[in-house]
């Protein structure tokens, strides 16, 4: 028998055919409507539904390949980029942009029981970003300094959590900052000082093609901030532990 509907009918009730929204699109309905902010430094995690990271990384595939096609790169024909999108979205989802997308590594804490109130220091730690205004790298270490509180956490999940942090577009000044909140989020420390030096690739490979500057900079808090003699004692130990590198 042969349909007398129109094509375009769809039964009372039903929407219309439509092509899905692609999964960024509804990620960002949901966050807006969550009043949720997801700036290129944020994490946004815990809004991701299950599945919505494999569907992300495949959408930012397709864009990356447009984007390959608008260099004017042949990557039908190119065997060297073939899959060049593919590894893109791989990378900015799972690697150097994973803190954004990823859940925070499992960081257990454990109560200072001796009531240890002395000041230690950890470094360097390795930090890997991207400057937020031109997606290249930063690429430099970490020195942070503790007085404990209550709880401790392992020296080992400091490299960790600075790794999640610093896994996404970041200026520096900003990424310092949201470590310190998670330090403290973490172990609620009676002190807390983080010393980042850097290298931009933004000022080393383009722009002005400086290829020594650094960036340095710290923050203080607690107990490093209000007793000038503690935060010296920081700098010092982190002088100390540069100096070990070198012999
Ligand atoms: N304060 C700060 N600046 C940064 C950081 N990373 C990169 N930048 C700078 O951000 C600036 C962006 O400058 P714009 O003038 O918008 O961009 P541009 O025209 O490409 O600038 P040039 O790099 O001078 O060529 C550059 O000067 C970068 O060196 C950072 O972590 N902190």
Redesign the pocket.
């Known amino acids: 028998m042969t349909s007398t509907l129109p094509s375009s009918f769809s039964p009372a009730g039903s929407a219309p055919d439509a092509a899905p929204l692609p999964v960024s699109l509804r990620l960002r309905d949901r966050l807006e409507k969550a009043g949720v902010s997801f700036l290129a430094n944020d994490n946004i995690a815990e809004h991701l539904l299950d599945g919505e990271l494999d569907q992300l990384e495949i959408e930012v595939a397709g864009k990356v390949r447009e984007l390959l096609r608008s260099l004017v790169i042949d990557i039908d024909n190119d065997h060297n980029t073939e899959e060049t999108a593919e590894r893109v979205a791989r990378m900015y989802l799972h690697e150097v942009f994973k803190g954004r997308y990823h859940h925070q590594p499992k960081i257990a804490s454990f109560p200072n029981v001796k009531k240890l109130d002395e000041i230690y220091t950890v470094g360097p730690i390795s930090v890997r970003s991207a400057?937020s205004?031109?997606l290249v790298p930063?690429l430099g270490n970490c020195w942070i300094g503790i007085k404990p509180g209550d709880q401790v956490i392992g020296l080992s999940k400091f490299s960790r959590v600075a790794d999640w942090v610093f896994s996404r577009p970041?200026?520096?000044?900003e990424a310092v900052m949201i470590l310190a909140d998670e330090i403290e989020r973490l172990c609620k420390p009676q002190g807390l000082a983080i010393l980042v030096k850097a290298q931009?690739y933004?000022?080393k490979w383009?722009?002005?093609k400086e290829p020594q500057t650094s960036?340095v900079n710290s923050i203080v808090r607690g107990d490093f901030r209000h007793d000038p003699s503690l935060k010296s004692e920081f700098f010092e130990l982190v002088k100390q532990q540069e100096a070990l590198l070198s012999t």
């Open positions: 400057c205004h031109h930063i970041h200026i520096q000044e931009h933004c000022m383009r722009g002005v960036m």
